[in-house]
């Protein structure tokens, strides 16, 4: 029973790793655009979360009330002013471009509120629990499970069900034309980023509520984002999910093992699938 235990919260940890992993997931299915500074835009959610708790006295759910829309405004002038001038046929502009902004936020954080650790005050919510049958499942693991599987299906529905998605899949799929038939290509994209960027606010949220957090911590996190994408599949937003599951389950696996190898675990399970399927478990299928 403790296996199944273990197993089980891997799955949810996975939910976390699933919210990390679908911004990326997005950015790189619209505009071919790997952001290596998504990790360290993940910890300026939870501080920004912090900053709204600590202003207004909000508790750390409400506060997404604040800051998705914050991070979205950002997302979008971000795209708008710096990333679009990056985007071509040449990948090395934006992976440049995207590391110095990472240095930036880092930096910015760091003088801001110092490297101290830091974490969001979620009182009976971080300790509660539910028994299923012999197993007992935290209520914030599973709400963050909960939030990923609706985040994800938001986003699905979006870019299969709505205007603003055709014109998400006609940009990725061929930007010229897309441009000739009256899109416009910058504010698709910068539309993209600020949809990414809530969805980034929001894992941040989550993940300040659940552990610390500090200046340093978002190429962790990036690391973890971009296995999962893989892992899943580039581009396919359920994928995402499926790919955090296993790489929490790995985690767990091997932490269940030996404390020490819990995250080798993870990378090893990782390295095996692309070994085995280097264009992921579910492979874009546009339609």
């Known amino acids: ?131 299923v049958g012999s197993l007992s499942m935290g209520l914030l693991p599973l709400l963050t499970f909960g939030i990923a599987i609706a985040v994800i299906a938001a986003l699905q529905w979006t870019f299969y069900r709505t205007a603003l998605g055709r014109a998400f899949r006609a940009t990725s799929d061929n930007q010229e034309i897309a441009q000739l038939m009256g899109l416009n290509r910058r504010h698709i994209f910068g539309l993209a980023m600020a949809l990414a960027l809530g969805v980034t606010a929001i894992a941040g949220i989550m993940l300040g509520i659940r552990t610390s957090f500090d200046p340093s911590i978002g190429g962790s996190r990036l690391i973890f984002g971009f296995e999962a994408v893989i892992i899943g599949g580039l581009g396919n937003l359920w994928g995402t999910l499926v790919g955090g599951v296993i790489l929490g389950v790995a985690q767990a696996i091997g932490a269940k093992i030996d404390p020490g190898w819990q995250l080798l675990a993870g990378h090893i399970a990782f390295l095996v699938i692309l070994a085995l399927r280097p264009n992921g478990l579910f492979p874009r299928i546009n339609g």
Do not use: C
Not at 52 to 69: C, N, R, W
Not at 102 to 115: D, G, H, P
């Open 1 to 131: 029973m403790e296996w199944v235990n273990a197993i089980v919260q891997g799955a949810l940890l996975g939910g976390l790793y699933a919210l990390f992993a679908a911004g990326l997931s997005l950015i790189f299915g619209v505009m071919r655009l790997v952001n290596i500074a998504h990790g360290d835009l993940i910890v300026l959610g939870a501080y920004l979360g912090l900053s709204v708790t600590t202003v207004l006295g909000l508790h750390p759910l409400l506060a997404l009330i604040v800051v998705v829309p914050i991070m979205a405004a950002f997302g979008y002038v971000l795209q708008r002013g710096i990333l679009n001038q990056t985007l071509g046929k040449d990948i090395l502009p934006p992976l440049l471009v995207t590391f110095g902004l990472s240095v930036i936020i880092q930096n910015a954080l760091l003088e801001t509120y110092s490297a101290d650790p830091q974490k969001l005050n979620a009182g009976a919510l971080e300790t509660a629990s539910v028994a």
